[in-house]
């Protein structure tokens, strides 16, 4: 629950109470010891300065797989206090290089990591599967007694008395809570730029953005501040810093994984559902996150929830000679809205190519079914009040719009005060396109989809007004996963013949140039149908295996 926000402060300026959140952020970085050197010149890419400030044991702890350290961690052969403290000090260097942070909280991690140890050394025993692991969480995630914004300034006051039920189970499974992470002021932006902080810049290329709403998490998995973080999602917040830092991401299937203690706008609303996930540096991760929130039997607690344990038999047949899996993967380049640019069409197009090599994979074209009528839905029902909350939100304190507020907000044109008439007929608009998905999937007979996660890979700052590769899966409520698989080449050239169909294909069209993106991950998007997560997952884990991917050859 959260306390109305006090009236103590209401002639503060929100200039005042920006400086004096920034100030209170530093102090949490200044406790990180041995203290993170500033940074005066800083490089368009980042990820080289860890390992010139870094120890050796540090950059060895926080690139680890986080299922690799938490083997080790259950063995006693790394104590989680060693980790906790290499991971604080990475998230405060990756603060002074790509400004993703809200708070990090020393004292009362390493205080937990040190108990940590000692159960272990009493029992003989790890507390829990995440038994010493530091994992990172953005900030409109409860924490009980700490201030939680949404990064509204309006909020600056709203202290939560309870941790979300996300945290509950977390912490009950031995995690380590460490470091807070920024979003965007409306949480309905991908990108992340606030009145308090500022924007998230990308870890490849300070020009980028790090994505949105989730930005803060996704530039600092990207960077190694953290090995395992979580987001939330309603429109592409997990998977859009997914993509754009290089990560994994999973936004599930809504009712499957735990929501209740929530900062934000719009709680209520069921029209749109948001969910929560995990961003990792790894599949693994992933995987570890999810099937521990499933194990602990959500559903019993938040009765919302969908009572369907975490599926650990095969979800694919072996292949005829058992040596592979038998799947269907479709393969949508594009969306017939806007085409995505050159590095995200030639890594589809290779991936696909070397898809059909693989034992028992059968990869067959995918046509988008009416892709802009799921957009004027989704949009829609996103803002049912015709955005007067996020309004309030905003102008109770002064703070000025951020672009990006105002795009999603004031120039999308299918933002309205609906009626129950109105609200009635979109859902039922909603309900029917479903309807209408389902039959065009199951007459394609794929198991899998794998398409884009944006137009483009990270773009520059405030020109992230593309949704419909994301958002399209919101609407269906399909559970995604995004891996990395390349990055934007200099061979990556701007076709010149290119005719746009429409405004929306125009605006993306002349935002590229592989200059412009020089650097930036490209990330790819697989899709399965509604509480299929587990198979969504099955199939990436094999792909990336037979392709050795991420990194080990660009595609």
């Known amino acids: 629950m959260l306390p109305a926000a006090s009236s103590s402060k209401a002639l503060e300026s929100w200039q005042s109470i920006a400086k004096r959140t920034q100030q209170q952020r530093e102090a949490t970085i200044a406790a990180v010891h041995p203290p993170i050197p500033d940074i005066l010149d800083l490089p368009l890419d980042s990820t080289p300065i860890p390992k010139t400030i870094l120890t050796p044991t540090e950059i060895s702890i926080t690139e680890s797989d986080p299922v690799d350290l938490l083997a080790k961690l259950s063995s006693a052969s790394l104590s989680s206090v060693d980790v906790t403290k290499a991971f604080l000090r990475r998230a405060a260097l990756a603060q002074k290089l790509v400004n993703c ?35 990172s969480t953005k900030e409109m995630i409860n924490i009980a007694r700490q201030s939680c914004n949404a990064a509204f300034i309006s909020w600056h006051d709203r202290t939560p008395t309870a941790n979300a039920h996300i945290l509950d189970i977390l912490l009950d499974a031995g995690a380590v809570l460490y470091a807070r992470t920024t979003q965007p002021q409306t949480l309905m932006h991908l990108e992340t730029s606030s009145n308090y902080f500022g924007a998230t810049v990308n870890p490849f290329n300070r020009l980028l953005t790090s994505g949105g709403s989730s930005g803060g998490e996704g530039a600092l998995v990207g960077i190694r501040g953290s090995c ?33 203690g ?12 948001a969910v929560i996930g995990p961003l990792s540096t790894s599949l693994g991760g992933v995987k570890v996150f999810t099937k521990t929130l499933i194990d602990a039997r959500p559903w019993v607690r938040e ?23 038998r799947m ?30 693989v034992p028992g994979v059968e990869v067959v074209p995918f046509a988008p079914l009416a ?11 996103y803002f049912a009040d015709g955005g007067s909350e996020e309004s309030s939100a905003i102008e109770a304190s002064g703070e000025p719009w951020r672009p990006l507020s105002k795009f999603i907000l004031h120039e999308n044109k299918n933002v309205k005060k609906l009626s129950i008439a109105e609200m009635w007929d979109l859902t039922a608009q909603r309900d029917a396109y479903r309807t209408a998905y389902a039959e065009h999937w199951e007459d394609s007979g794929i198991d899998v989809l794998l398409c884009p996660v944006g137009p483009g890979a990270a773009p520059q700052l405030d020109t992230a007004r593309y949704w419909g590769y994301t958002a399209q899966w919101n609407l269906l409520d399909y559970p995604c996963l995004v891996a990395p698989v390349s990055k ?36 790819v998007q697989l899709v399965g149908r509604r509480y299929e997560d587990e198979k969504v997952v099955e199939a ?11 990194w080990a050859a660009y595609v």
């Open 371 to 381: 892709h802009d009528t799921a957009w004027t839905i989704i949009s829609s029902l």
């Open 228 to 260: 395992l973080g979580i987001g939330t999602d309603i429109g592409g917040s997990i998977r859009s810093p997914a993509a754009n830092n290089g990560v994994y991401g999973l936004r599930p299937t809504s009712g499957r994984l735990p929501m209740q």
């Open 101 to 135: 942070i809200t708070e990090l909280m020393p004292q009362a991690a390493l205080e937990r990591a040190g108990w940590l140890d000692s159960y272990l050394k009493r029992h003989g025993k790890p507390i829990g599967p995440l038994h010493g692991l530091p994992i």
């Open 540 to 550: 990436w884990e094999y792909v990336q295996g037979k392709l050795g991917l991420p």
């Open 488 to 523: 934007v080449l200099p061979t990556d050239t701007v076709d010149e013949s290119y005719v746009p169909r429409n405004e929306d294909d125009a605006y993306n069209h002349l935002l590229y140039s592989p200059e412009k993106y020089a650097n930036a991950p490209v990330s």
């Open 262 to 273: 929530m900062t934000a706008t719009m709680l209520s609303a069921e029209h749109i559902l």
């Open 328 to 357: 269907r993967v479709g393969v949508l380049t594009d969306d017939g809205v806007v085409r995505p640019h050159p590095p995200i069409l030639r890594a589809l197009s290779a991936l696909a190519e070397k898809l059909k090599h």
């Open 303 to 325: 009765p919302g929830l969908v009572p369907l344990p975490w599926k650990t038999e095969a979800q694919f047949p072996a292949g005829k000679d058992g040596s592979g899996k």
